[in-house]
């Protein structure tokens, strides 16, 4: 499966298939510049249960660069030591640097792939389903003490290789966290889509064929929204989701602390119960929506871990915030996202409410 991703800087495509490695990398080479040399960035859990695979069906030679797993890779100090694994392998502008791994790999590879010599073509590889979103659209980053993705810029890929074999070796709980995108996806984009893995009673035993599809349709979701908006000046916000509360939640936790996806989930949550004051969002759904995913093991004993004192400072720290004001992406109907600004004092009434919720729902 191919999936053309047409943005204003960058035309490229994300293909999709079992055992593709060799054969997409072989036809994408035809098609590239030729590079001098070929850096593969990874995390020492992808590379210890992808390397052997990878190194047989990479058809090139090529140098490795392993980092520290998770968020980890995505410090200053990780961002430092890539850069100067470049210099010491003579990278040059023509050298091709391949990304292999989840969001965090693919994000920090990216930035790297930005603003080494002022820009180098990459290649993403993704090894999780949280990376069927982050993989695609050119969003690069690395985090701040002071909050997640902070530091980064808007960089396309050459392409984007998505060699489902890769998701065999993932944990329930990865399984679980890139799922949430996928719910996302649906969220903002077809309720039919939606109801349809709602009703699902497992969301981490889902068959081959069929989570490749739900794969294929996120990431057109994904697609049409980035041709429209590369850098994140309207629609392309809206891909945001459940992550402003989410990320806040996420960077009180401790970055590992909760996955990536089950932020995600909570702020879902959070962005639904403001959905039903500002648009036509039930609080039958909300609730309906808060048992299916406490069913599948999204933790939100999260929420009461940490107070809102301890969640606000990063709230406010938001990328997307404009001239002091939050700004919140919230649901009309499902498939009618549109931006909301609220007040921080809102915020709170709101964290009171979802922890009533949850006492009341999640017994």
């Known amino acids: 499966m191919r999936i053309p991703v047409n943005t204003a800087s960058h035309q490229y495509e994300v293909v999709i298939g079992n055992n593709i490695l060799t054969s997409a990398m072989e036809s994408l080479?035809?098609?590239?510049p030729k590079e001098d040399k070929i850096i593969v960035f990874t995390d020492e859990n992808v590379w210890k249960a992808h390397k052997n695979y990878f190194t047989e069906s990479f058809p090139y030679p090529f140098e490795v660069f392993v980092m520290p797993a998770g968020e980890e890779c995505k410090s200053f100090d990780n961002y430092k030591e890539a850069n100067s694994f470049l210099i010491d392998n003579k990278c040059t502008r023509k050298s091709l640097l391949i990304a292999l791994g989840g969001?965090?790999?693919?994000?920090?590879?990216g930035f790297v792939a930005a603003t080494y010599m002022r820009g180098i073509p990459f290649i993403q590889v993704p090894t999780t389903i949280l990376a069927h979103d982050s993989a695609v659209?050119?969003?690069t980053a690395i985090n701040h003490p002071e909050g997640k993705?902070?530091?980064g810029a808007f960089y396309q890929p050459k392409a984007v290789i998505y060699d489902t074999r890769f998701l065999s070796t993932l944990s329930e709980r990865e399984v679980r966290s890139g799922m949430a995108e996928v719910i996302k996806h649906a969220m903002i984009s077809d309720e039919i889509w939606l109801q349809e893995l709602l009703s699902i009673q497992s969301i981490t035993s889902i068959a081959d064929e069929q989570l490749a599809s739900y794969?294929?349709?996120g990431i057109e979701v994904k697609a049409n929204i980035v041709a429209e908006d590369e850098t994140e000046q309207s629609v392309r916000k809206y891909l945001n989701l459940g992550h402003t509360y989410g990320h806040a939640i996420e960077a009180a936790a401790g970055y590992g602390g909760l996955a990536h996806g089950e932020a995600v989930v909570i702020g879902l949550v959070y962005a639904l119960i403001l959905s039903e004051r500002y648009g036509k969002i039930s609080r039958e759904f909300t609730k309906s929506f808060l048992k299916f995913a406490y069913s599948n093991g999204y933790p939100f004993d999260a929420v009461a871990n940490y107070s809102f004192d301890t969640i606000e400072p990063f709230l406010v720290k938001d990328k997307k915030v404009e001239y002091g004001q939050l700004q919140f992406v919230l649901l009309n109907t499902i498939g009618e996202p549109f931006i909301q600004t609220i007040e921080v004092s809102e915020c709170r009434e709101v964290d009171l409410e979802y922890r009533a919720l949850l006492m009341e729902v999640c017994k």
Do not use: Q, Y
């Open 137 to 139: 659209g050119g969003k």
């Open 215 to 217: 794969l294929k349709a």
């Open 29 to 32: 080479h035809l098609h590239l």
């Open 103 to 109: 969001g965090a790999v693919g994000d920090l590879s």
């Open 149 to 151: 993705n902070l530091i």
